[in-house]
């Protein structure tokens, strides 16, 4: 049977990093999508293709393209092989075609929302229902492939898009805001691995326990203030906590100059708060802007430092 799902891509407004050592974490869906469709195949063999943006993959990454395509696709496989195995069912005759819109490896969530979609359309194919709770307990196998650590915020805010508040291992909790913040995202076009990130923020964080504990408390009260901040619309205050949210991340060494500055030009144009969202090491930051006019002065200012701007809303049903 033929079947296909999409899923949103997603930002992290507080708790990147900090959410693989148990902080909790806020993250909004996007609407940047990643498409699933699924046919039986040729082979009678698991089947992945896909239309990705390689050209958005790696600047400095040498590997060939063929290698590294390859590397993007496994997650799929193994999400559709997770969920054969899971929903047990013996016909492994599945072609796979993935579209994306999202950046890859830029911090929007493109393997999160990839393997969510795959999962929740190889399940829709076999007539089998999963819930979200089944959905995101399978995509740890495919993120512990690409990831090593993940937390479960990318596939969590994928599944139940809208915005989230998330702690290790699996407390979910949906924040239904009546104004979700007015965000603008900008990719510093350089890519990189978010496995090898975690993992030295990881090791870090085991050599500086007092130090990094010390961060995980500031964390859980900023990602609690950022929760009221939304409640309350007070776009002001949730300026004030992506920077000092960002100034945390350059401390433990996961920004770079080039994402800095990007951040500094955003504030200079009028940004309210500007910050590194995902695990940084360059992809994307965001910049919180409470207006048209600032929102397209800040638009143009980092355009103008080399910037790929992303104009994003709110995804409220996450995978569908
Ligand atoms: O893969 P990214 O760049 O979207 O980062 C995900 C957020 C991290 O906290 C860095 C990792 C995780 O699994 O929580």
Wanted: proline content about 5%; overall charge positive.
């Amino acid at each position: 049977m033929t079947a296909s799902s999409r899923a949103p891509g997603k930002i992290i407004l507080s708790g990147e990093h900090f959410v693989v050592l148990g902080a909790p974490a806020v993250a909004m869906a996007v609407n940047l999508y990643s498409k699933i469709e699924v046919r039986p195949s040729q082979s009678g063999q698991i089947e992945v293709t896909a239309d990705i943006p390689l050209h958005l993959v790696s600047k400095a990454d040498k590997r060939p393209p063929a290698s590294e395509k390859q590397e993007l696709l496994e997650p799929l496989r193994l999400a559709a092989k997770a969920t054969l195995d899971h929903i047990e069912s013996r016909d492994r005759s599945l072609h796979l075609d993935a579209s994306c819109q999202i950046p890859i490896g830029a911090g929007l969530g493109s393997s999160a929302s990839t393997t969510v979609a795959t999962i929740s359309a190889v399940a829709k194919s076999r007539g089998a229902k999963l819930d979200r709770r089944g959905i995101f307990k399978l995509a740890f196998i495919p993120e512990n492939y690409l990831h090593g650590k993940p937390s479960g915020i990318d596939q969590a805010t994928c599944i139940y898009g809208g915005i989230i508040q998330f702690r290790k291992p699996s407390s979910i909790k949906a924040l239904n805001v009546k104004r979700p913040p007015s965000i603008l995202v900008c990719d510093s076009g350089v890519h990189r691995s978010t496995k090898a990130l975690v993992g030295s923020v990881v090791k870090r964080s085991q050599k500086q326990i007092g130090r990094f504990q010390r961060h995980i408390d500031e964390i859980t009260t900023i990602s609690n203030a950022v929760i009221k901040a939304l409640r309350s619309e007070d776009d002001l205050e949730l300026g004030l906590l992506m920077n000092r949210n960002h100034e945390l991340l350059r401390q433990i060494g996961v920004s770079t100059p080039g994402l800095d500055g990007l951040v500094a030009e955003a504030r200079k144009a009028g940004a309210l708060g500007a910050k590194l969202t995902g695990a940084g090491g360059g992809g994307c930051i965001i910049a919180l802007v409470d207006d048209d006019k600032i929102r397209s002065n800040v638009a143009r200012k980092l355009r103008k430092k080399g910037g790929t701007l992303y104009n994003v809303s709110l995804d409220p049903k996450g995978v569908e």
